[in-house]
């Protein structure tokens, strides 16, 4: 009876039974599944029934749980992480940004970022390039940063890691592309080093011509330079990324590619002093150097410039009207004449030249170009008709000028029908008899016997000249070069009230006077087009002056010459 009475409670005992042993089961899964979490130890408890035993085993309660919980749910950032460089833990995600974003404010108008190309460096900052900067996904990142229930162990060995050693979101601040772009390429234009062909040069130095070597040039890969300034950081110094571009035309190629075109050279040994030294001023100073590109007309009077009291140029003879006249910068038509030759020897097309009134004696008459800037500009021009630029060399030594023309050989120019070019000794075609009889003026103011040639009686002449063209030291063609006109002149002179015979033709010094008839410039004179200069018109008529105290010297000697006629 008392055995049966007991029986009842075996069913309850059996669900007990099933119940810890399902306990027990999970507990042992859970430490296999996640051996990183450290669970308290289960209890065990023992049921006596009967004289049986039963023990049942109940686990801890999980205490760590709640800890956990708190770290992956928190609303604030972990202590340790910082964006951009600013500590944010224990800030809210608004009170983050509202600490950060001053900051990168400041970032953005301080950022400054290096360029180096070769010795050059230039900054780009955003003073001048406007710049853009996006924090939210930094800020989204770090509040993110630990919410993934990996086990109390390991997230508690990651919370302390970032307390201890930090962990920072960073913010890239980007300068605008479009504005970044044209910056580039302003540094591009600015900085690129164009390759340069080797050439010849003029060397003050030794003044001649030398050759100048090539350079290789240098191009910037703006693309490659735009996106390393998009993923830079202030205070970076960034190599422009560079291409080498080579000359077309190497050194090797152009040591015997130019050549001494022409050269001319004249003698000014027995000339004074300062129209040595108008002519040494006139070749040294501002023509030797002068460089003349394909096409481009040369101006005798652009290059010298208007003579004047300026301190370089001096008072010598120059020719007026049939007579020899002081004028500053006189002499300086011995630097035409002499170019004249070299450029019509150097195959350039002569675009205006004209001869003096009278004749001179450093060039064949028939081979002179005058030139005057003062008064009725006559000038003499021509034009580079060269495929290349040639140079001018000039060289005054105080006894003789000498004037070379360089550039690419005139076989080449020639395009292989000649390689020089002569100019023959001009021909006299006509002579011309002044018009009228001499001139005797009776000045009372001057004593008995007196006489003073203003103007000497001479005759004028045309000459033609010719330009010849050889190859290989042959004449394969010639042509008209030019005519020249020398006008006469009729004499005139000054004589005392009883040198009324004609005087002797003993030299005097000439000196100008009111009484000259203007003489009418030669029908052939050569006009250029208004384009190229304007229309000389020869100042003929003597301005007066106060005749000499005693007999003049004769004035064809010295030969001087120049600014006038």
Same mark, same amino acid.
């Given at each position: 009876?008392?055995?049966?009475?007991?029986?009842?409670?075996?069913?309850?005992?059996?669900?007990?039974?099933?119940?810890?042993?399902?306990?027990?089961?999970?507990?042992?899964?859970?430490?296999?599944?996640?051996?990183?979490?450290?669970?308290?130890?289960?209890?065990?408890?023992?049921?006596?029934?009967?004289?049986?035993?039963?023990?049942?085993?109940?686990?801890?309660?999980?205490?760590?749980?709640?800890?956990?919980?708190?770290?992956?749910?928190?609303?604030?950032?972990?202590?340790?992480?910082?964006?951009?460089?600013?500590?944010?833990?224990?800030?809210?995600?608004?009170?983050?940004?509202?600490?950060?974003?001053?900051?990168?404010?400041?970032?953005?108008?301080?950022?400054?970022?290096?360029?180096?190309?070769?010795?050059?460096?230039?900054?780009?900052?955003?003073?001048?390039?406007?710049?853009?900067?996006?924090?939210?996904?930094?800020?989204?990142?770090?509040?993110?940063?630990?919410?993934?229930?990996?086990?109390?162990?390991?997230?508690?060995?990651?919370?302390?890691?970032?307390?201890?050693?930090?962990?920072?979101?960073?913010?890239?601040?980007?300068?605008?592309?479009?504005?970044?772009?044209?910056?580039?390429?302003?540094?591009?234009?600015?900085?690129?080093?164009?390759?340069?062909?080797?050439?010849?040069?003029?060397?003050?130095?030794?003044?001649?011509?030398?050759?100048?070597?090539?350079?290789?040039?240098?191009?910037?890969?703006?693309?490659?330079?735009?996106?390393?300034?998009?993923?830079?950081?202030?205070?970076?110094?960034?190599?422009?990324?560079?291409?080498?571009?080579?000359?077309?035309?190497?050194?090797?190629?152009?040591?015997?590619?130019?050549?001494?075109?022409?050269?001319?050279?004249?003698?000014?040994?027995?000339?004074?002093?300062?129209?040595?030294?108008?002519?040494?001023?006139?070749?040294?100073?501002?023509?030797?150097?002068?460089?003349?590109?394909?096409?481009?007309?040369?101006?005798?009077?652009?290059?010298?410039?208007?003579?004047?009291?300026?301190?370089?140029?001096?008072?010598?003879?120059?020719?007026?009207?049939?007579?020899?006249?002081?004028?500053?910068?006189?002499?300086?038509?011995?630097?035409?004449?002499?170019?004249?030759?070299?450029?019509?020897?150097?195959?350039?097309?002569?675009?205006?030249?004209?001869?003096?009134?009278?004749?001179?004696?450093?060039?064949?008459?028939?081979?002179?170009?005058?030139?005057?800037?003062?008064?009725?500009?006559?000038?003499?021009?021509?034009?580079?008709?060269?495929?290349?630029?040639?140079?001018?060399?000039?060289?005054?030594?105080?006894?003789?000028?000498?004037?070379?023309?360089?550039?690419?050989?005139?076989?080449?120019?020639?395009?292989?029908?000649?390689?020089?070019?002569?100019?023959?000794?001009?021909?006299?075609?006509?002579?011309?008899?002044?018009?009228?009889?001499?001139?005797?003026?009776?000045?009372?103011?001057?004593?008995?016997?007196?006489?003073?040639?203003?103007?000497?009686?001479?005759?004028?002449?045309?000459?033609?000249?010719?330009?010849?063209?050889?190859?290989?030291?042959?004449?394969?063609?010639?042509?008209?070069?030019?005519?020249?006109?020398?006008?006469?002149?009729?004499?005139?002179?000054?004589?005392?009230?009883?040198?009324?015979?004609?005087?002797?033709?003993?030299?005097? #010094? &000439? %000196? =100008?006077?009111?009484? @000259?008839? +203007? !003489?009418?410039? $030669? /029908? *052939? #004179? &050569? %006009? =250029?087009?208004?384009? @190229?200069? +304007? !229309?000389?018109? $020869? /100042? *003929? #008529? &003597?301005? =007066?002056?106060?005749?000499?105290?005693?007999?003049?010297?004769?004035?064809?000697? &010295?030969?001087?010459?120049?600014?006038?006629?």
């Amino acid at each position: 009876m008392k055995m049966k009475s007991k029986l009842w409670l075996l069913p309850l005992l059996a669900v007990i039974l099933i119940l810890c042993m399902a306990c027990g089961s999970g507990a042992d899964r859970q430490v296999e599944a996640d051996p990183r979490t450290a669970a308290p130890a289960p209890t065990e408890e023992t049921i006596h029934i009967g004289s049986d035993e039963i023990s049942i085993v109940t686990p801890e309660p999980d205490l760590h749980r709640d800890e956990m919980n708190a770290i992956l749910k928190r609303t604030t950032m972990l202590e340790g992480v910082t964006i951009a460089g600013v500590d944010v833990g224990g800030l809210t995600l608004d009170e983050a940004r509202a600490k950060v974003l001053p900051v990168l404010d400041q970032k953005k108008s301080d950022l400054r970022v290096n360029v180096k190309l070769g010795d050059v460096t230039e900054t780009f900052s955003s003073e001048t390039i406007a710049v853009s900067y996006s924090a939210d996904a930094a800020l989204n990142e770090a509040f993110q940063l630990v919410r993934e229930d990996t086990g109390y162990e390991a997230v508690s060995q990651e919370v302390a890691s970032i307390k201890a050693n930090g962990r920072d979101f960073p913010v890239a601040l980007t300068f605008d592309e479009s504005a970044l772009r044209a910056a580039v390429d302003a540094f591009a234009e600015k900085n690129e080093v164009k390759p340069q062909n080797a050439t010849i040069a003029y060397s003050k130095e030794i003044n001649d011509v030398v050759y100048v070597p090539d350079v290789s040039g240098t191009t910037v890969d703006r693309e490659a330079l735009v996106t390393a300034l998009l993923s830079a950081k202030s205070g970076d110094t960034i190599e422009a990324p560079a291409m080498i571009q080579e000359a077309e035309l190497k050194l090797a190629d152009i040591e015997s590619r130019y050549v001494k075109r022409s050269t001319m050279t004249t003698s000014y040994s027995k000339s004074n002093k300062n129209r040595k030294e108008n002519i040494r001023h006139g070749a040294m100073d501002l023509l030797t150097g002068t460089v003349v590109h394909p096409g481009e007309v040369f101006s005798m009077n652009g290059c010298l410039g208007v003579r004047k009291n300026d301190g370089h140029w001096k008072l010598a003879t120059a020719y007026q009207a049939g007579k020899h006249v002081p004028e500053y910068g006189g002499g300086v038509c011995q630097i035409s004449s002499t170019l004249y030759n070299a450029a019509v020897k150097a195959d350039m097309e002569i675009v205006f030249r004209q001869n003096h009134s009278m004749y001179v004696d450093y060039v064949d008459r028939g081979s002179d170009a005058t030139i005057n800037s003062i008064g009725n500009i006559i000038d003499f021009k021509f034009k580079n008709s060269s495929k290349e630029d040639i140079i001018i060399v000039a060289n005054a030594n105080g006894k003789t000028l000498t004037i070379d023309i360089w550039g690419i050989p005139l076989i080449e120019d020639s395009n292989g029908e000649y390689d020089e070019i002569r100019i023959p000794k001009p021909v006299k075609t006509k002579t011309i008899k002044p018009a009228g009889e001499v001139v005797y003026e009776v000045d009372p103011s001057k004593p008995v016997g007196y006489k003073e040639e203003v103007v000497k009686n001479r005759d004028g002449a045309v000459y033609e000249s010719k330009k010849e063209y050889y190859l290989n030291g042959k004449l394969v063609k010639s042509e008209k070069l030019a005519t020249s006109t020398y006008k006469a002149y009729k004499g005139y002179y000054i004589v005392g009230p009883s040198a009324t015979e004609a005087p002797s033709e003993s030299p005097v #010094t &000439p %000196t =100008p006077s009111s009484g @000259d008839t +203007p !003489t009418t410039p $030669p /029908a *052939d #004179t &050569p %006009t =250029p087009s208004p384009a @190229d200069t +304007p !229309t000389p018109t $020869p /100042a *003929d #008529t &003597p301005q =007066p002056t106060t005749p000499p105290s005693e007999k003049p010297s004769d004035p064809s000697s &010295p030969p001087d010459d120049g600014g006038g006629e």
